[in-house]
C-alpha cells in the first residue's frame, strides 16, 4: 500500500480500549469515543431513552454550559457529532492535528461530568422528537427500519432514534439512571485517526479517564423476529420494496467471499441489480443491496424504489437477480469488483475519517484491526472459483420482505422466509 500502517491499541485496566492510527502524512486528526450505551438496553416500553441521554449528556457539563461547548469545540476548528447506534453511543470529531489533545480533553471533561440538567429537558427531548417525527416523511427509512426490525428483531433490529410513545413517557430520572448504569468504561472503545503521537495520546487518556469505574452490563438476547412477507399501507403513487436474507457477518472467516458475491449483485451502475432491474427494463428509479452485521449475525439489506404499476416485476426481478448468484459470477464482474475494493482502500488512507470509522469497528467486531496489507492480500485473493464455490454452498434466502405502498404484492412461496 502506499503508506505503511502504524496502528496501536491498549486496554486500560478499566476496561476501556484505546486504538490508534499513525498518518503522519495528514495535517488533520479524528476521532471517536464510542461508550457501550446503545439502544439494546432501552427499555421497551422507554425506547429512545439512549439517544435521548446521548442528547442531554452533550448540553453542557465540566464547567461549560452548553453555549460554552459549542464554542470551545468550534473555537479549535473541531467538525464534532454524537449518535447512538444498536450497541454504543458515539462522540467525535476531526480537526486539525494539533488540537486533537485539547478536544479530547473538553469531551471527556464534559461527558464524565455531564450536568443532565432539567432546565435542558424538555429541549433536548423536542430535539429526539424531531428526528422521530422526520421519518414519516422518509417513507423508504420507514419500510427499511421495519424490515430490520422483523430480520433482527428486538433489541438488535429497533430504530436507534426510538418511538413517540418512549421519549414522551421518558423523564429526567430515568436519563440519569441509564447515564449512571451505562456511561462506563468496561467495552467501551476510544479510536484516533491522523497524524498523531501514540506515547502522548495514551498516557493523557489514562490521566483523563483514570476516574471512570467500571460496571460490566450483559449482552441482551434477540428476541421476536417476525418473518415473511409484510405490507404497510400508504397511499402513494410510488411503491418501496425491502428485502432480506441472512449472510455472514464482519468477523467470519470467509466475509470477503460474501462481501464480494453481493458487490457483483449491488455495487455501482455495473452491477447485476442495477442493470437489469433499472437500466435494462426500466422498473425503478434506485435498487440497491447491502451487507450487515451485527456482532454474530450477518444480513443484506435490499431496497428498491418504484411505481405502484411497476411494484411486482420490480420485486419478481429482483429476487431473481438474488437467486441467480447461485449460478456464479464471470471473471470480467469480478475484476472491476477488485478494482472497486482497493480503489477504496486508498481513499481510506487519504481520510482520516474513514479509518477511525474503519478502526473502531475492527476492535468491537474483531477485537483487533486487519491492516490494508491484509485486506489487500484478500482481496487480491478472490477467484472467480472461490467465489462461485462459495455461493454454491450459500444461495441467498430464505428472504424477509417488507413493501410499503398502496397494494399488497403477490410474493413466490420459493421466496417467502418460513
Known amino acids: 500500500m502506499a503508506h505503511q500502517q502504524l496502528i496501536n491499541h491498549h486496554i486500560f485496566d478499566n476496561g476501556l480500549t484505546l486504538v490508534a492510527q499513525s498518518m503522519p502524512w495528514l495535517q488533520s486528526a479524528a476521532f471517536t469515543f464510542g461508550l457501550p450505551a446503545g439502544c439494546r438496553f432501552d427499555p421497551m416500553d422507554k425506547q429512545g431513552l439512549s439517544n435521548l441521554t446521548c442528547e442531554m449528556a452533550f448540553r453542557g457539563g465540566g464547567g461549560y454550559s452548553n453555549r460554552e461547548l459549542v464554542e470551545a469545540l468550534e473555537g479549535i476548528g473541531c467538525d464534532y457529532y454524537s449518535s447512538t447506534g444498536i450497541y454504543h453511543t ?130 441482551p438476547k434477540a428476541a421476536d423476529e417476525k418473518r415473511g412477507y409484510y405490507h404497510i399501507p400508504f397511499e402513494s403513487n410510488q411503491t418501496h420494496l425491502t428485502f432480506a436474507w441472512p449472510w455472514l457477518p464482519y468477523r467470519d472467516d470467509q466475509y470477503y467471499l460474501a462481501r464480494a458475491a453481493i458487490g457483483v449483485l449491488s455495487d455501482g451502475m455495473s452491477s447485476r441489480l442495477f442493470h437489469e432491474v433499472r437500466e435494462k427494463r426500466g422498473l425503478c428509479y434506485a435498487v440497491s443491496a447491502n451487507c450487515h ?92 472459483e472461490r467465489v462461485n464455490q462459495f455461493l454454491a454452498e450459500h444461495v441467498p434466502g430464505p428472504f424477509d420482505i417488507v413493501t410499503l405502498g398502496e397494494s399488497e404484492l403477490e410474493v413466490n412461496d420459493e421466496f417467502a422466509s418460513a
Open 90 to 219: 458515539f462522540f467525535g470529531g476531526a480537526l486539525p492535528a494539533e488540537n486533537l489533545i485539547q478536544a479530547l480533553e473538553i469531551y471527556l471533561r464534559t461527558i464524565g461530568g455531564a450536568d443532565l440538567a432539567e432546565s435542558q429537558f424538555e429541549d433536548g427531548r423536542n430535539v429526539c422528537l424531531q428526528e422521530v417525527y422526520g421519518l414519516e416523511d422518509d417513507l423508504a427509512g420507514k419500510a427499511m427500519l421495519e424490515l430490520r426490525l422483523r430480520h433482527y428483531g428486538h433489541p438488535f433490529g429497533r430504530n436507534s432514534d426510538g418511538d413517540v410513545q418512549g421519549l414522551e413517557s421518558a423523564t429526567i430520572d430515568d436519563v440519569r439512571a441509564y447515564f449512571r448504569r451505562y456511561y462506563q468504561p468496561h467495552g467501551a472503545i476510544m479510536a484516533v485517526a491522523g497524524n498523531c503521537d501514540w506515547e502522548k495520546l495514551k498516557a493523557h487518556v489514562e490521566r483523563i479517564t483514570a476516574d471512570m469505574k467500571p460496571d460490566p452490563v450483559e449482552m
Open 293 to 384: 452485521s451485527i456482532l454474530d449475525r450477518g444480513a443484506v439489506f435490499g431496497y428498491s424504489g418504484t411505481t405502484t404499476q411497476s411494484a411486482q416485476e420490480t420485486m419478481n426481478v429482483f429476487l431473481a437477480e438474488v437467486r441467480g448468484l447461485a449460478h456464479g459470477v464471470r471473471k470480467d464482474e469480478l475484476d472491476r469488483l477488485k478494482v472497486q475494493f482497493r480503489s477504496g482502500l486508498i481513499m481510506q488512507q487519504e481520510s482520516c475519517r474513514s479509518r477511525v470509522s474503519a478502526i473502531a469497528g475492527d476492535m468491537f467486531h474483531l477485537g483487533r484491526v486487519r491492516m490494508l496489507d491484509e485486506i489487500n492480500e484478500k482481496i487480491n485473493s478472490l477467484t472467480v
